[in-house]
């Protein structure tokens, strides 16, 4: 076994890595560059050696860099996550030379399935399942124009060397094809320093599902059961589950199968994923190997109980194989959501500076027999820097069921805080509850077909509008009881509220009337008090009447006024408190924010006298940017497609924003022309900085 372990990666996977050697008795060693030196993953580590500039090209991408850290180091073994070094031949072949174990496969496999064209040739050898396509050398948009053509609308525009949704589109035209060709050549040119291109047919209705392998140096290999992938936002995923909902146990073996003969063609040893498309009829093809431990890792981890980091370590370590193929089996289920710095309600476009708060749920069994697990890299204080990837962490769960499992998602979205920059929570919460992902009638075109105008908000039924605003109004009468207690206020009548407290909260474009029915020995309750409470054991509960209801309702919160999140409790047909929802929370004048289960409301509380005016104050409006291209994330101006004075159209590209390694086309949302461009290309914008103005 080794002594050392270098990581040659950042953030969560150097973390995730770290965990498992430290486990197994493994000295770590880190890396870093100038924008991670105070990241999480040099603090994990046992040791941790400067590597550079913030530029991946300058630093994590330097391969001599990293030999010299495991030289300085006496590192013996190099673990390279996935992404930057990851699936290199040229960085295991280098390794070899310095008489370091590069953990993963052998740098041919790497090669082999590295290399999207001819890992389709060795697959369709090997007897896997393969899309039509056109696979030779493409010369230019004109040459892909006629490949696409012949293979017959809609095509898939791939870089050869591709991964994580860069140099990649979609195309269901010429013209479409000619610009997929022009960005995708110029995204895998700048992201992979390798410009081939080659195309595909475009599978309809599509789900994408991955199969698991592990083989080791003797022979041996074993498939791990799948992973369902198919909720992605431009080929990246976004939400993984374990098994799929689609897959019956015919088809699951047979795509192990070919997966595993895939891996045996090639020579492979370590953990490795064969990712597939699969149609509405479950006929499935090769998509590509990713030679390397997937992001999605944990799913599978959670539902066969191996620890896939490991077995990559012990196989580099040249030990066989444990586990045979009947050891594997797949208990229960999982649900992995990723968590991007990127801003729902601007198109998913990415956000960068610092978590002013990071608090996940806690990791751990639950007491219904569900299972939390956060993978991450991050923490609060810390930087979402634009030189990197934009994930903060991958939330999982696990459950006997994919109900549970989804439900135990559900709540702990709602716990997750996040602060300080735009993140997709909202957005996972709202994906959780869509009926259509409930029932798992997904494809890879879910988010497109589902919000094709970008996402604005999840809306909440009518009775999650009256839970919201019941926490609302308790929230309400707790922060003005506990305001009558500040000393030296001007005396304002009694220290307590009346019998009854009325309010009226407005939310949603609806208006409620709630009633509060409080005893006096009613108090704040910490989360450890109700879970366990019998009713009656802390005070009588809040009652709450709402105007168009007769009977009153049973709750007691969770909060105290500055918390973050209020945990709701209602009685239970045992006598006891169960949490029936959590909520994250905070103050604004005259109400609180409220967010909860991809919702984000502004509520107002007030007094009935306060509410009959407040109707009549009148509504504050937006300034008017219709006549401005903004910019709708930071990044740098890459190309500029008009000048001044020039006429467009509806559609016309305007300019090209490079942001987080992705090229991003602003296009015309009407005709007009420009009037100025304050900007030139090589700038760097901030969000919402002008670049263009139209003739009013």
């Known amino acids: 076994m080794f002594s050392k372990i270098l990581v040659a990666n950042r953030g969560e996977i150097a ?15 880190a890396v870093f560059s100038e924008a991670d030196r105070n990241a999480l993953h040099t603090e994990m580590a046992d040791e941790a050696v400067f590597i550079g500039p913030p530029a991946a090209a300058e630093s994590y991408l330097v ?28 960085f295991a072949e280098r390794l070899k030379a310095e008489g370091i174990t590069f953990i993963g496969p052998p740098p041919n496999a790497i090669e082999a399935m590295g290399d999207k064209i001819t890992s389709k040739k060795i697959a369709a050898e090997a007897g896997v399942s393969t899309v039509p396509g056109y696979m030779g050398l493409i010369d230019d948009a004109e040459h892909a124009v006629r490949i696409a053509t012949e293979i017959g609308y809609p095509v898939m525009i791939k870089a050869s060397a591709g991964g994580g949704g860069k140099g990649m589109r979609i195309a269901w035209t010429d013209d479409e094809a000619r610009e997929g060709f022009e960005r995708s050549k110029s995204e895998a040119a700048s992201s992979f320093g390798d410009d081939r291109i080659f195309i595909e047919k475009f599978v309809t209705e599509p789900r994408h599902i991955e199969i698991q392998v592990l083989a080791d140096q003797h022979g041996d290999a074993v498939y791990l059961g799948e992973r369902e992938c198919s909720i992605q936002r431009r080929n990246q995923k976004v939400i993984e589950e374990a098994p799929s909902p689609f897959l019956d146990t015919a088809t699951r ?161 709602d716990e997750f805080e996040v602060e300080g920059i735009g993140h997709n929570l909202p ?29 604005a908000g999840a809306t909440l039924d009518g009775e999650a509008l009256r839970l919201v605003a019941a926490v609302s109004a308790m929230a309400g009468w707790m922060t003005r009881r506990r305001d009558s207690f500040i000393s030296g206020r001007m005396a304002q009548g009694s220290r307590s509220e009346p019998a009854e407290t009325p309010f009226v909260v407005r939310l949603a474009d ?11 020995t009613s108090g704040f309750y910490d989360i450890d008090d109700l879970t366990s409470a019998p009713v009656g054991d802390f005070g009588d509960p809040v009652w709450l009447t709402f105007g168009d209801e007769d009977e009153a309702r049973n709750y007691q919160i969770a909060w105290r006024p500055g918390g973050r999140v209020a945990r709701i409790f209602a009685e239970t047909g045992d006598g006891h408190w169960h949490e029936i929802a959590a909520m994250k929370i905070a103050p604004l004048p005259g109400g ?70 992705m090229e991003n086309v602003l296009r015309a949302e009407k005709a007009g022309r420009i009037a100025a461009i304050p900007v030139e290309v090589g700038d760097s914008l901030a969000v919402d900085a002008v670049i263009m103005e139209f003739e009013t």
């Not at 180091?73 to 031949?89: I, N």
């Not at 030990?319 to 198109?347: C, T």
């Not at 697990?373 to 994930?391: A, L, Q």
């Not at 609806?510 to 006096?520: K, S, V």
Request: hydrophobic letters at 40%; aromatic letters at 8%.
């Open 15 to 29: 973390c995730r890595v770290f965990k498992t050697a430290k486990r197994l008795g493994i000295g770590t060693v």
């Open 63 to 90: 391969i001599d860099r990293i030999i010299e850290a495991c030289k300085e180091t006496g590192a013996d073994a190099v673990h390279p996550g996935y992404g930057f070094l990851s699936e290199r031949a040229e």
């Open 253 to 413: 073996q047979a795509m192990g199968v070919q997966a595993v003969a895939l891996a045996r063609a090639v020579g492979y040893a370590s953990a490795g994923t064969v990712e597939f498309i699969v149609d509405r009829d479950r006929n499935f093809y090769f998509l590509e190997m990713n030679t390397r431990l997937q992001v999605e890792h944990p799913v599978t981890e959670l539902i066969t109980g191996v620890d896939l980091v490991e077995q990559m370590i012990r196989v580099a370590a040249g030990e066989r194989l444990a586990l045979a193929q009947s050891d594997i089996k797949l208990n229960g289920w999982a649900v992995e959501s990723r968590l991007y710095a990127e801003d729902p309600y601007r198109n998913f476009l990415p956000s960068i500076g610092r978590l002013t708060r990071y608090r996940p749920p806690e990791e751990g069994t639950r007491p219904d027999g569900t299972v939390v697990r956060n993978d991450t890299g991050v923490f609060e204080g810390g930087e979402i820097s634009m030189f990197y990837d934009p994930m903060i962490a991958k939330l999982c769960t696990w459950g006997e069921s994919r109900d549970s499992a989804v439900e135990a998602m559900r709540e702990a979205l």
């Open 427 to 455: 957005f996972l919460s709202a994906v959780m509850d869509h009926p259509r992902f409930q029932s798992g009638r997904i494809t890879t075109a879910f988010i497109a077909e589902e919000y094709p105008d970008g996402f």
């Open 510 to 520: 609806e208006e409620f009337e709630i009633a509060i029915d409080e005893d006096a």
């Open 592 to 661: 609180f924010r409220i967010r909860y289960r991809g919702a984000d409301l502004k509520v107002q509380v007030m007094a009935p006298h306060v509410a009959r005016l407040a109707a009549l104050m009148p509504e504050k409006l937006p300034p008017d940017t219709s006549n401005m291209l903004l910019c709708p994330m930071p990044g740098l101006v890459v190309a500029l497609n008009v000048a001044e004075g020039d006429d467009v159209q509806e559609g016309q590209p305007l300019a090209i924003i490079e942001a987080m390694k």
